[in-house]
């Protein structure tokens, strides 16, 4: 367990609609980061939030958008939603400016758009 | 993009045997890591590789880095079952924040 957790599990939507995925980071880390993992794919990094601010964006549409709170948990949210949205979504928590580089994954939210 | 390409794609072994499976990886990084993921759930952290470390041992793992050739290995040995899994490498290019670029990853089947 990393102590990095995620909501809900699973979730259906339909096309256009818009979705808020939550991510609760490991206690004492400052940093969250969000990747989009499609079927039999790796992951994609999406965004990162450090203090309260995104600190880096990957190849995705302005439609992904997301925040991160004073306790450092973050949300994603993804508006007018395609089918090609459908994937397993990861939040990642670390501590920028610790001696180890390590992130810590929670279990992933599946979102399946029909 | 991905950044990373393992190979093989896929791999299946025999419980006891060793497995191998390689990352390449274009520009340069900061570290390399490897992440396990079960069935589709979160990844699970491996084992972080610095750009100034050659090789690195966890317990049955054993990780190198060539960063002349841009390539690490995995090397798992005396397999069990349990170790059925996805394994991905992931890279970080450094800077401010550490956003990790992945490969697609090797599925490994360890046989009973």
């Known amino acids: 367990e990393t102590g990095v957790t995620q909501s809900p599990t699973h979730l259906i939507k339909t096309r256009g609609q818009q979705v808020t995925l939550r991510c609760s980071s490991q206690?004492?880390?400052?940093?969250v980061s969000w990747y989009q993992q499609a079927l039999g794919q790796g992951p994609q990094f999406i965004f990162q939030?450090?203090?309260?601010?995104?600190?880096g964006r990957g190849n995705f549409p302005p439609r992904f958008s997301g925040l991160q709170f004073p306790n450092y948990s973050s949300e994603l949210n993804v508006n007018a939603l395609e089918l090609d949205d459908s994937a397993l979504y990861l939040c990642a928590s670390s501590l920028v400016g610790a001696s180890t580089d390590t992130q810590y994954f929670g279990p992933g939210t599946r979102l399946t758009v029909l | 993009s991905q950044q990373g390409e393992e190979d093989p794609q896929a791999l299946s072994i025999q419980e006891g045997e060793n497995a191998t499976m390689n990352c390449s990886y274009k520009?340069?990084?900061?570290?390399l890591q490897w992440y396990r993921q079960n069935s589709g759930r979160g990844l699970v952290h491996l084992i972080l590789?610095?750009?100034?470390?050659r090789e690195k041992h966890s317990g049955r793992l054993r990780v190198t880095l060539d960063t002349s050739k841009k390539s690490s290995s995995l090397l798992i040995t005396a397999s069990r079952a349990a170790d059925t899994a996805s394994y991905f490498c992931?890279?970080?290019?450094?800077?401010?924040?550490?956003?990790?670029?992945f490969g697609g990853g090797t599925r490994v089947l360890v046989k009973p």
């Open positions: 992931a890279t970080d290019a450094g800077a401010a924040g550490n956003k990790l670029t």
């Open positions: 939030y450090y203090r309260e601010e995104e600190n």
């Open positions: 206690s004492g880390h400052n940093t």
């Open positions: 590789i610095r750009s100034n470390e």
């Open positions: 520009t340069s990084i900061n570290n």
